[in-house]
C-alpha cells in the first residue's frame, strides 16, 4: 500500500488502520514524492489526497496513469469527494473515492475490494475504462 497524503495525522490514521488489518503501508506527502517512492514500494493500491502542495492527488493519478509501468495499479482518492474531485477523478482513472470523514471499517473494505480486484491489463479506453465505486458501493 502507498498511502499519499500532505496531513500528517491523517498520512498515520490511515496507516495505523491499514498496518492493524495486515497491510504492509508505505506514505508519502504529495504526489511528487508519490511517483519517486512507487517503483522501489512497488504498492498493490495507492490512496491519494486531492489537495496537496507540489503535486495534486488528480494531476498525481493522470501521471500514473500515463506511465506503463503503473499504469494498472488501483487508485483510490481519500478526500472532501466533492463533484469536481469526483468528475476529474473519473476522468483521471481513478477506481475508487472514499469522503473524508471516514470510518476505519470503509477504508479498510476499499482497499481490500481493490487489491483483490486489482486492475487487469485493458487498453485505453477498453472495457472498464472510466468506472470508479464509492466506499459503500
Same mark, same amino acid.
Do not use: W
Given at each position: ?12 490514521? /490511515? ?5 492493524? +488489518?495486515?497491510?504492509?503501508? #508505505?506514505? !508519502? =506527502?504529495?504526489? %511528487? ?44 482518492? /481519500? ?5 469536481? +474531485?469526483?468528475?476529474?477523478? #473519473?476522468? !483521471? =482513472?481513478?477506481? %475508487? ?41
Amino acid at each position: 500500500m502507498l498511502v499519499v497524503d500532505d496531513n500528517e495525522v491523517i498520512r498515520q490514521l /490511515i496507516r495505523v488502520n491499514l498496518e492493524l +488489518e495486515g497491510f504492509e503501508v #508505505v506514505t !508519502a =506527502g504529495d504526489g %511528487a514524492e508519490c511517483l519517486d517512492l512507487v517503483h522501489r514500494a512497488r504498492p498493490d493500491v495507492i490512496t491519494l489526497d486531492v489537495v496537496m502542495p507540489r503535486l495534486d492527488g488528480l494531476q498525481t493519478a493522470t501521471r500514473l496513469r500515463s506511465d506503463p509501468r503503473t499504469r494498472h495499479l488501483p487508485l483510490a482518492i /481519500i478526500s472532501a469527494c466533492t463533484p469536481y +474531485e469526483v468528475d476529474h477523478g #473519473v476522468a !483521471a =482513472g481513478v477506481d %475508487a473515492f472514499l469522503a473524508k470523514p471516514f470510518e476505519p471499517s470503509e477504508l479498510v473494505r476499499l482497499v481490500r475490494r481493490l487489491r483483490e480486484r486489482g486492475r487487469p491489463p485493458a487498453p485505453a479506453g477498453g472495457p472498464g475504462a472510466g468506472r470508479a465505486e464509492s466506499a459503500t458501493g
